[in-house]
């Protein structure tokens, strides 16, 4: 075992002893309550563009876990959408003033905290959704520009609009977008699931934590086995 895989497995040890103690202290107050699937959902997949998937780049995340967990676990997800009609729409994110001087940006301030300016529109190739998983035609790529899929956008309208009631959110990172996204999401009134496998983060530790922090407050977290097998059930 190398030295970087035994240091993981300390860093799970010690997260698992944390989220043990977590969970007495959340159960007894009431937290970690279930909001379970509904009877429409739609997957919400965000930044799974190529800035974030591929190597090379400032917002690159986790290469293994992507080109090992995330990629194919969206590809079953992706698949059961398809077969049984559930909407798909894809998130990513660019923007068309990078210059971080400039008196008026489509970057907010957001430029101050993080190299967004990367993320050029010129730029296809940076934030067109990894090939991959490439969307289909009668599925939606929805451009954001800040951290959530929802801050500005269309998504709340677009899902209501197809009677959606249920999003099933993955992609990167746990950190920022993807936390976003689920607690705007059940702040808007759907009913939210993380993937557990299909979300990821440059960081390590930074998914495990998340994951299990947004199950207890803002959202069920599940594995693409029980996704996958909603996704076949519920009629669409």
């Not at 049984?84 to 798909?88: A, F, L, M, Q, R």
């Not at 920022?176 to 996204?181: D, I, Y």
């Given at each position: 075992m190398s030295k970087e895989e035994m240091d993981?497995?300390?860093l799970d040890s010690m997260l698992n002893q944390a989220f043990a103690k977590a969970t007495e202290i959340y159960q007894k107050r009431g937290f970690q309550r279930r909001i379970g699937f509904g009877k429409k959902p739609a997957?919400?997949?965000v930044d799974l563009a190529n800035a974030w998937t591929r190597p090379g780049n400032p917002f690159t995340c986790d290469q293994k876990k992507m080109d090992e967990e995330i990629i194919p676990g969206m590809q079953r997800l992706l698949?059961?959408?398809r077969k049984?009609?559930?909407?798909?729409i894809h998130v990513t994110t660019a923007y068309e003033v990078t210059d971080r001087n400039a008196e008026f940006t489509d970057m907010g301030?957001?430029?101050c905290k993080i190299p967004v300016d990367v993320v050029d529109i010129k730029n296809k190739e940076l934030w067109a959704i990894d090939s991959r998983i490439a969307p289909v035609q009668g599925e939606y790529t929805l451009l954001k520009k800040r951290a959530s899929g929802f801050h500005g956008t269309e998504l709340a309208g677009i899902l209501r609009a197809a009677n959606v009631d249920t999003i099933l959110v993955t992609g990167v990172t746990a950190t920022?977008?993807?936390?976003?996204?689920i607690c705007d999401g059940i702040a808007d009134g759907f009913r939210t699931i993380g993937v557990r496998e299909c979300i990821g983060d440059r960081i390590p530790g930074a998914v495990?934590?998340?994951?299990?922090d947004l199950d207890a407050k803002f959202a069920d977290v599940h594995s693409v086995d029980e996704c996958v097998?909603?996704?076949e059930t519920v009629k669409g």
């Open positions: 993981w497995e300390e997957l919400i997949s698949a059961a959408c049984h009609g559930h909407p798909v301030l957001w430029h920022a977008c993807v936390r976003e996204t495990a934590w998340n994951l299990f097998s909603y996704l």
